[in-house]
């Protein structure tokens, strides 16, 4: 059974107990548990609910595990014989939640 979910303007491929990497959640801390209601696609294994646009009754519990930062990208931008150059870092925080269960 998995689920297609909307989180955060993203979707995300959801199974029970597997964990997902979903944009910072900066209210939640490791243990807390989050609903996510906008289930767009529903597999039970029978059969495949499509939402229009989300499948009703149905959605994902995940518990918050950690929140981690992505590897730093360089932003490097120069201009050629002008004497502009711009050097910059950046780290992408998020959040992995493990998926606990799928209600229908």
Excluded: C, W
């Excluded at 303007?9 to 996510?36: H, M, R, T, W």
């Excluded at 906008?38 to 918050?64: C, M």
């Excluded at 004497?83 to 269960?101: A, E, F, I, P």
């Amino acid at each position: 059974m998995y689920a297609i979910i909307d989180f955060k303007g993203k979707q995300f491929s959801a199974e029970k107990d597997k964990k997902i990497k979903v944009p910072y959640l900066a209210d939640e801390e490791a243990g807390n548990e989050v609903v996510i209601e906008d289930v767009l696609l529903l597999n039970t294994g029978v059969d495949i609910v499509v939402g229009a646009p989300k499948v009703s009754n149905a959605k994902v519990i995940a518990e918050v595990v950690d929140h981690v930062r992505d590897p730093k990208v360089i932003v490097f931008k120069k201009k050629r014989r002008k004497g502009y150059v711009n050097k910059n870092g950046h780290r992408q925080s998020y959040t992995n939640l493990l998926v606990k269960d799928i209600q229908v």
